[in-house]
């Protein structure tokens, strides 16, 4: 039983306003890009200064290192564009150096069979080639108003500061400790004397911070060079030198010939609504069998709709499962992606996810850059003849779904952090601000299910037992509380216009998150 306050309420305040909105996972971030939507930049701009800060204020969770993918609205033409700057293995990479140990199932994100010393899933051998900094910067290159190097400029000086290691920060640093303590770089980056989390006092005002001089210097190094020097010059090279002398397999050649893929975003109709979605090795697919299914349903009461989520997302994961190669059980695991999600003055808007895949990605940072590395590896089937299988060169199958939508005068930017957990949680805000007519703060403050592949339903207790029976009906259930951690539910971020007024909410129980207004003086 748990012994959580019964009692205890935590909301967030939604303001509307005819200026931009910037709603990310940490306060600091959003404010980045707010601040660049009042020195008169379009949403992309925004969105670079957004994702470049939060890499070094929630570095845990995303960075110049990873990867992911956005869906852009532009007002003026009308056009939705899907870019996916998610990880590749290493060309070079050998199958044969990921041999399985016969010891059961790994213990991360994903239950695949555990591989000898958990090299697909920390340490340098985990590491696949980073797409987050072409992504950003093929949409700046399209889109953009702003100088490349002065939409940087946030993210240096919050790594010159260096992050405030507050209790949030070291309840996640000592979450990770034991793993950090294995790679020299990252202890001294994240723990002190190379053992002991990072934190503040019991009743002590924080003041702790981490050293991020050498991410400032790569990020200085991006800033003068562009987006391309990640990829092709001493930022690149020095990368690759540091994870093969950790053991790993990136090479100064993967990342030179690394392109994110700009196409067409997948169109979802639903019922009097129209959403775009990422196509090909994403949730984006899955999001839409979702939305299909629900477009018959019975959405009129709780006690029906809840149920037919329920229905839904069972056949779209049972089905992803079977096809995408992502195939069985998946532990509880912490949040290990950040999502935000941008619109303008003018109505263009950014829907972004970007991961370093586990928290604290592969626990190895590189000293030369000072960057903490994704572990994309563990997004692979170490076992082969699977359709997700482990292969030198192969693009990595992802959870993100980023997600635009209009329906009427209204226009919605969605998307979430959490892994599997994420299309159950886009899915239904979805359905809440199209069927349910809500607005972006009450479809955030209202209780969720998740239902991400397994054999039951995890839904919020504050749901009635009369939508709780009707679950059970359907699938075990378990109930729980939206807590701060571990989240049981994904953690979205998003942003609404409703015909030329602007609005945006982060999950309620996340700390750092909040929506940061353009007109916020």
Not at 17 to 32: F, I
Not at 133 to 159: C, K, T, Y
Request: charged share 20%; net charge negative.
């Amino acid at each position: 039983m748990s012994a959580l306050s019964k009692t205890q309420e935590t909301r967030k305040h939604v303001i509307e306003t005819a200026g931009g909105v910037v709603a990310a996972q940490h306060r600091l971030a959003a404010e980045a890009g707010a601040e660049v939507l009042r020195a008169g930049g379009d949403a992309v701009d925004a969105a670079v200064a957004t994702s470049f800060a939060i890499g070094v204020l929630e570095p845990w969770m995303s960075g110049p290192a990873g990867g992911g993918a956005a869906v852009h609205w532009r007002a003026d033409t009308g056009e939705a564009v899907a870019i996916n700057f998610g990880m590749r293995s290493p060309r070079g990479l050998k199958v044969a150096d990921y041999p399985l140990s016969g010891e059961g199932k790994a213990g991360d994100l994903f239950p695949w069979e555990r591989v000898v010393e958990d090299r697909n899933v920390e340490g340098a051998k985990a590491i696949a080639v980073p797409g987050t900094v072409d992504g950003l910067g093929q949409a700046h290159a399209r889109w953009g108003r702003m100088p490349w190097a002065e939409l940087l400029s946030p993210a240096i000086a919050f790594a010159r500061e260096g992050m405030l290691v507050d209790w949030y920060a070291a309840l996640l640093i000592a979450s990770t400790a034991r793993n950090l303590a294995k790679d020299p770089d990252a202890a001294a980056l994240f723990l002190d004397d190379g053992v002991w989390p990072k934190g503040s006092g019991w009743t002590a005002i924080p003041d702790n911070r981490l050293d991020q001089s050498a991410m400032a210097a790569t990020l200085e190094a991006l800033a003068a060079g562009g987006p391309r020097a990640f990829y092709e010059g001493d930022v690149g090279r020095a990368l690759a030198q540091d994870v093969q002398a950790k053991g790993g397999s990136l090479a100064a050649e993967d990342l030179a010939g690394y392109r994110a893929w700009v196409g067409a975003a997948q169109p979802v109709s639903y019922r009097d609504a129209l959403f775009h979605v990422m196509p090909g090795l994403t949730a984006g697919p899955t999001f839409a069998r979702v939305m299909e299914q629900l477009s018959d349903a019975d959405l009129s009461s709780p006690a029906s709709a809840y149920p037919a989520y329920a229905r839904a997302l069972a056949t779209a994961y049972a089905e992803r499962l079977g096809k995408m190669g992502d195939t069985g059980e998946v532990p509880e695991a912490p949040g290990c992606t950040t999502h935000f999600s941008v619109v303008d003055r003018d109505g263009n808007m950014v829907a972004n996810t970007q991961t370093l895949l586990s928290i604290f990605g592969s626990r190895v940072v590189s000293p030369a850059t000072g960057l903490l590395m994704n572990n994309g590896i563990m997004w692979f089937d170490p076992e082969q003849g699977k359709p997700n299988s482990l292969a030198p060169d192969k693009a990595c199958l992802m959870n993100v779904c980023p997600v635009l939508g209009a329906a009427g005068e209204r226009r919605v930017a969605l998307g979430a952090s959490g892994g599997r957990k994420i299309v159950s949680a886009v899915s239904q805000l979805a359905s809440f601000v199209v069927d349910g007519g809500m607005s972006l703060g009450e479809a955030f403050h209202s209780p969720r299910i998740d239902v991400s592949g397994g054999t039951g339903i995890v839904a919020d207790e504050m749901l009635s037992q009369d939508v709780l029976s009707a679950l059970g009906a359907v699938m075990p259930v378990q109930t729980t509380r939206r807590t701060v951690l571990p989240y049981a539910f994904a953690c979205p971020a998003g942003v609404m216009r409703d015909g030329t007024t602007n609005t945006g909410c982060t999950e309620i129980m996340s700390p750092w998150g909040d929506a940061a207004l353009e007109d916020d003086q």
